[in-house]
């Protein structure tokens, strides 16, 4: 396998990809694995743009492809049952990229949005696998508040691309085990556009990303102006 091909897919993908689930014909799974590969060619010219602007192209660009799929007859869109404070999936592990989290940090502040910087190292020092073993309340996105999302209309695609199909109680995490099979919908382009994106730029946990958004910005912000 080359280089050019061994690519990153999201969890989704993956399992399109390698029969997990899938009833993919080979052709399908031809179509999808060439998709990813011009998605991957559309996300990289941003690595050269300013992280915001990246950040923000992703989020529109992504969101489009939920909304256009949301729109499709057949879509089961109409079956999705996920509403405002319903917040179960506001405490799972979740992973975005710089130019996201930069994003969310710029929407935070604009809002006034106060973050737990305690809470925000803990978690930072979390691995994914390790997210339940941590004290209960920091299973908590660090941008919950009272149910709500403090940064809506900022949040990582990981937020954006997740649809619930089942009665809410089920994704409560005090009640279920990790891993734990929830009817969800899917929006196959979305899907795949993201792991263009996984392919351009870095992913991690959203804690450990944050810091490092923060980090790059807080440096950009001290570099001596040309006289």
């Not at 080979?26 to 915001?52: G, H, N």
């Not at 730029?201 to 950009?220: E, H, P, S, T």
């Amino acid at each position: 396998m080359s280089k050019r091909d061994a690519y990153n897919t999201t969890d989704t993908v993956h399992a399109m990809l390698n029969d997990l689930g899938s009833n993919l014909t080979q052709d399908e799974k031809a179509q999808m694995a060439s998709f990813i590969l011009q998605a991957i060619d559309m996300y990289e010219p941003l690595r050269r743009v300013d992280k915001a602007l990246a950040g923000r192209e992703i989020l529109i660009t992504i969101d489009h492809a939920i909304e256009r799929r949301k729109g499709e007859p057949g879509s089961g869109s109409k079956n999705i049952t996920c509403q405002s404070g319903c917040s179960h999936c506001c405490n799972i592990p979740v992973t975005c990229t710089i130019p996201e989290a930069t994003v969310a940090l710029m929407v935070a502040e604009a809002k006034g949005f106060v973050i737990d910087e305690a809470k925000l190292e803990r978690q930072s020092k979390v691995k994914n696998e390790d997210w339940f073993n941590q004290p209960r309340e920091d299973w908590a996105c660090i941008f919950l508040r009272d149910g709500l999302c403090g940064i809506y209309e900022g949040r990582p695609v990981s937020c954006r691309k997740h649809f619930s199909q089942g009665p809410p109680e089920g994704c409560d995490m005090d009640k279920h085990q990790p891993g734990e099979t929830m009817a969800r919908w899917i929006a196959p382009t979305a899907e795949g556009l993201y792991s263009g994106v996984m392919n351009v730029f870095k992913i991690g946990m959203l804690a450990k990303v944050l810091l490092l958004a923060r980090g790059f910005r807080d440096q950009a912000k001290i570099v001596p102006k040309e006289s």
